[in-house]
């Protein structure tokens, strides 16, 4: 398996299906579906819908049929950039290589398109097909908790508002796992359980997308250190200007790259009761430290 090819392959459909599903930018009020499409379209890795295809196609599923789950995972992502890089949050100028939102159409129709992205995945959610009905409520009260208090919201208040002040390694983890690990999780979690996974199956998908979260996240604060802003496509040193809590301030950048590839490690044996067909999800977790954007 050609793991590039494939991310690739699946990147292309989602943006075909999210320029699908988000209104058109002549759609009244225009300027709110301008600033939607301008944070969405054309630009990013697809890391969480290519999760959600692959874990579905895990255990038996099409990618096809979680395409607007998938889609929805990205909205997610997409709001919390937005609104992380509101001057009130990160107060970041570029993203993905261009303007933020917030400098192109202004903070208040950032924080309308954030919201609107987020309320937008919802409706896909519930426009999902599935044989079991009964798994698209449970995956959408997961995702639901996932992108709540208990989840993302969860890990930026504590990373806000520690910000600057002496973090422990558990006050950390809890950040990163929150912060960054809970879309991970529900990305995985989505695709498994609308194509059926038992519970064996899931625990272990789990497990695997708590490790590769906290993956990528280490190797984000290592970019934010050692990564070139041209191909980042934002300003590295991000973190330190705000007073961030990352892995590099508490325990160095070599010890911080050890625990990145011993939570790639951890992450891949999670995966041991599957064969071959979970090979797109190894090589993920292996992309998620490798690269340099
Ligand atoms: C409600 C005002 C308000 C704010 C909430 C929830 C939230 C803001 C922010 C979430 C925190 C956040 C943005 C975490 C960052 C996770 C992360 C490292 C994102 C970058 O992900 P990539 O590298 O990005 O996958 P691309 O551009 O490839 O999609």
Redesign the pocket.
């Known amino acids: 398996m050609d793991f590039k090819k494939e991310l690739k392959k699946k990147a292309a459909v989602v943006e075909k299906a999210l320029d699908r599903f988000l209104p058109s930018q002549e759609a009244y009020p225009p300027l709110i579906h301008q600033a939607m499409r301008y944070s969405v379209l054309g630009?990013?890795?697809?890391?969480?819908p290519a999760l959600v295809m692959a874990s579905a196609e895990v255990v038996g599923g099409k990618a096809d049929d979680v395409l607007p789950a998938a889609c929805a995972l990205?909205l997610i992502?997409?709001?919390?950039?937005?609104?992380?890089?509101?001057p009130?949050?990160?107060n970041d100028d570029y993203?993905?290589g261009k303007l933020t939102s917030h400098k192109v159409y202004g903070e208040a129709m950032a924080?309308l398109a954030?919201?609107a992205l987020l309320t937008l995945a919802f409706k896909l959610l519930s426009e999902c097909r599935c044989s079991r009905p009964e798994y698209v409520v449970r995956m959408i009260n997961e995702v639901a908790a996932d992108?709540g208090t208990m989840g993302?919201?969860g890990?930026?208040v504590v990373?806000?508002f520690s910000a600057g002040e002496d973090t422990n390694a558990s006050a950390l983890e809890y950040i990163h796992r929150h912060?960054?690990g809970a879309?991970y999780r529900a990305a995985v979690r989505t695709g498994a359980i609308l194509a059926g996974a038992g519970e064996d199956e899931l625990a272990s998908l789990t497990e695997y997308a708590e490790y590769m979260g906290l993956a990528?996240?280490i190797k984000?604060d290592i970019l934010d250190i050692e990564g070139d802003q041209k191909i980042l496509?934002k300003p590295v040193g991000s973190d330190i200007r705000n007073k961030k809590a990352t892995y590099p301030a508490l325990f160095g950048l070599e010890k911080s790259k050890e625990k990145a590839v011993s939570a790639v490690d951890s992450a891949k044996e999670a995966l041991r009761s599957f064969g071959k067909e979970a090979d797109f999800l190894r090589a993920l977790v292996e992309y998620v430290i490798q690269?340099d954007?």
Not at 43 to 48: D, F, S, V, Y
Not at 77 to 86: K, P
């Open positions: 630009g990013g890795k697809r890391l969480r990205e992502h997409a709001y919390s950039l937005v609104h992380d890089d509101l009130v949050m990160d993203r993905r924080l954030g919201d992108a993302l919201i890990g930026q990373d806000t912060k960054t879309i990528f996240q984000d496509g690269r954007f």
